[in-house]
């Protein structure tokens, strides 16, 4: 993670498309406050994360006082204060998979990479997460890596895939 | 567009159906599962193959929702035939097209539950796993094209909203979804015809209809495929929704965990919207209806009608108390109807066959069908449809192929962390919301998790636990305290720490946290415990140190 404090209050370049479409995004929804977690879906899928700054920017364009910003952001699993790496790795725990050993893939990804999950690894390459349940619970265990979901894997098939990602 | 240009669509393309000049239609999955498994590419290679071997005007290739059978997959399927094959990859295409379609001999090896039935069934439809379903929300979920809305037309789509529209009083809808006493989908049973009536009776120039698809419930993925394999059918029932209790915008709220199912769904209505049957004047009449997509951000508690509310108004979802209910003031202090999404698939086809027709189907007191994901140690893992009331036996064992690797067969957990286990002494039991409430379960919203003799069920009780410690809002106490105080007397009593005393206190805690808290989450968070100590106290009495 970069020092999230230091870029705090670094406004965010206007040029930046991301904060182009952040804008865009606003200016569609008419600067209504209740239109809070559209936009910050918006900045999450731009940035991968909400960084603090972008989060001030909301808050100001929005006029809405912080709190209830980051009350929000922070109140729901699905938006994240910190960069999630490169790759991404999300074990779902789901009760199928959990009854079909996700505990045990996400053992053996602490043995091996040293993470629990919600942690990233020093050099950002790669973030470990947990998801409630992906709707893949015929396909238990899951694991999604970047996007792609891999079906009723073992620790050691999981293991072998990250470890050809970070590879590159 | 009018109502008579939609019949000219419809009467074009159900005569285009007939007049096929395809021989055979080849349906290959695409709900989430099977794409999973690599579906996609099957697709595109039977694509390449079918013109390679200039088939392409006797076949058509359609991606499909889901078939039901997840873990088989990648499925496909040929029509007429309702020849299924199962585990298909990129190998074994070309054999499956020679023999099926050029030898007409299909290959049984390969034929769906080959390597588990005795003699798989040619014509799938034959073999007890779908024998034994009926299918009503799911219909034509895995034969039709979820991403055209003209495939949604020829199975009759629109059909009821037009008759509700051009033939039916809003006050006749209500009387007809009475008359079918069906009940909410999404776990509580409440009946959807006084639902409806409530929030028609309340007067206000603005209402608004909501569709509930943050299906929380880990284990449970009936809503997401029912938005993937027939986005059109849930979008009628808001409609028709609509129209009864006299709103004009809707919403659906979709978990942002179902990326698929968001896509499927903003495509039907841009769809819907281009027909004219969804939108400004719809068919020609002075009803009018809009529905925008609301992307969920991952909260349990959202699946709670009036954190919902909160959530599409664009804060912390958190709960309020009721009274006052959303069919009073809801969203934005406005008078709201919220269903479930399998509740909103129901609707049309008891529009199109009557309030009696459905309510003859089922128990006495739970009408119609009920879609259950099956999961856990089970052999055919995946979506079902069966009428209310079919016994727990039969789903786990003539249709869920029994236990894997010849296990034995302990608990079935219903309802999420909201419901209960079922032991073995009640596989009997009728599938409906009575029976399991009788057991110390709910029916819920139809996860349905299947564990063998290596579950442990402290274990299971604490998993659960920690699900509603993690997923507690926090604005009322006995559910923030209470969930965590629970949770870690679950946690001493799984490392053999816990003495009587703890277990006492356990017991006690739970009926404090039932009773008092704000909203169902926590009202229902001892339930598993509650459901395991009942039924396994053994287990947890083992484990006491003295």
């Known amino acids: ?168 | 567009m009018n109502r008579q240009d939609l019949q000219t669509i419809i009467y074009a393309e159900k005569a285009k159906e007939q007049n096929n000049k395809y021989k055979h239609k080849l349906c290959v999955c695409c709900g989430a599962g099977c794409i999973s498994s690599g579906s996609e590419e099957v697709l595109k290679k039977l694509q390449e193959e079918i013109i390679t071997r200039g088939l392409e005007n006797e076949v058509e290739v359609i991606a499909t929702g889901c078939m039901g059978p997840c873990n088989q997959g990648p499925l496909i399927k040929f029509l007429p035939e309702y020849t299924m094959y199962q585990k298909v990859d990129c190998s074994n295409i070309k054999e499956i097209l020679q023999r099926q379609l050029v030898e007409k001999r299909p290959i049984e090896d390969l034929l769906l539950f080959a390597d588990s039935r005795p003699k798989p069934f040619i014509d799938a439809q034959e073999d007890p796993y779908y024998k034994k379903q009926m299918k009503i929300a799911l219909k034509n979920c895995g034969h039709i094209n979820p991403e055209k809305i003209e495939d949604y037309l020829v199975h009759d789509g629109y059909q009821a909203l037009d008759k509700v529209l051009f033939q039916m009083s809003p006050e006749e809808v209500i009387a007809e979804i009475k008359q079918s006493r069906m009940r909410g989908r999404g776990g509580a049973g409440y009946p959807t015809g006084l639902k409806w009536e409530s929030v028609y009776k309340y007067v206000s120039p603005q209402k608004y209809v909501i569709c509930n698809g943050d299906e929380g419930d880990p284990g449970a993925f009936m809503d997401r495929s029912v938005l993937e394999g027939n986005p059109h059918r849930v979008l009628e029932g808001m409609s028709i929704a609509a129209y009864a209790v006299g709103a004009t915008k809707g919403f659906a709220y979709i978990r942002g965990e179902y990326p698929l199912a968001i896509k499927r769904f903003e495509l039907a209505i841009k769809q819907a919207k281009k027909l004219g049957v969804l939108g400004n004047n719809i068919l020609g009449t002075d009803f009018s209806f809009d529905v925008e997509v609301r992307i969920g951000a991952g909260a349990f508690v959202c699946g709670e009608e009036t954190a919902l509310i909160a959530s599409i108004e664009g804060k912390r979802g958190t709960p309020k108390p009721r009274p006052p209910f959303p069919a009073e003031s809801g969203l934005w202090g406005k008078p709201t109807l919220i269903n479930n999404v399998e509740t909103f698939a129901g609707i049309s086809p008891i529009i199109n066959n009557g309030g009696e027709w459905y309510s003859d189907i089922g128990t006495p007191k739970s009408a119609g069908t009920k879609v259950f994901a099956l999961a856990g140690k089970i052999n055919y893992s995946g979506l079902i449809e069966v009428p209310m009331g079919t016994t727990l036996r039969e789903i786990v064992f003539d249709i869920g192929g029994g236990i894997q690797g010849g296990g034995e067969f302990k608990a079935a957990q219903t309802g999420g962390p909201s419901g209960g286990c079922i032991p073995a002494e009640h596989l009997d039991v009728k599938m409906d919301y009575e029976s399991l409430t009788s057991l110390g379960s709910i029916m819920g919203s139809g996860g349905l998790i299947v564990m063998d003799q290596s579950s442990d069920m402290v274990d299971v009780a604490r998993y659960f636990m920690e699900f509603c410690m993690d997923e507690s809002c926090g604005k009322c106490v006995p559910c923030r305290v209470g969930t965590k105080m629970m949770h870690d007397l679950l946690q001493k009593i799984c490392k053999e720490k816990a003495t009587r005393i703890d277990l006492e206190r356990l017991e006690e805690l739970a009926v404090y946290v039932r009773e008092c808290s704000l909203c169902g989450l926590g009202a229902s968070a001892p339930n598993p415990l509650l459901s395991t100590l009942r039924h396994f106290r053994n287990e947890y009495e083992n484990r006491i140190t003295e």
Do not use: W
């Open chain 1, 1 to 168: 993670m970069k020092n999230s404090t230091l870029t705090t209050d670094v406004e965010p370049a206007k040029t930046d498309p991301r904060i182009k479409l952040i804008t865009a995004k606003i200016k569609k929804e008419n600067y209504k406050p209740d239109a809070l977690i559209e936009i910050l879906h918006t900045a999450q899928n731009a940035y991968g994360y909400l960084p603090m700054n972008v989060l001030k920017f909301i808050t100001k364009a929005l006029h809405l006082p912080p709190s209830r910003v980051y009350s929000t952001v922070t109140f729901y699993h699905f938006f994240s204060l910190k960069s999630k790496g490169e790759h991404t790795c999300l074990v779902c725990t789901g009760t199928a998979c959990y009854v079909k050993g996700a505990q045990l893939i996400l053992n053996e990804i602490e043995n091996q990479f040293g993470l629990k999950p919600g942690q990233v690894t020093a050099d950002n390459k790669l973030g470990i997460s947990v998801a409630r349940c992906i709707g893949a619970c015929g396909l238990a265990p899951a694991v999604v890596l970047d996007e792609e979901v891999h079906a009723k894997v073992s620790a050691e098939e999981i293991v072998n895939s990250i470890n050809a990602k970070i590879a590159v």
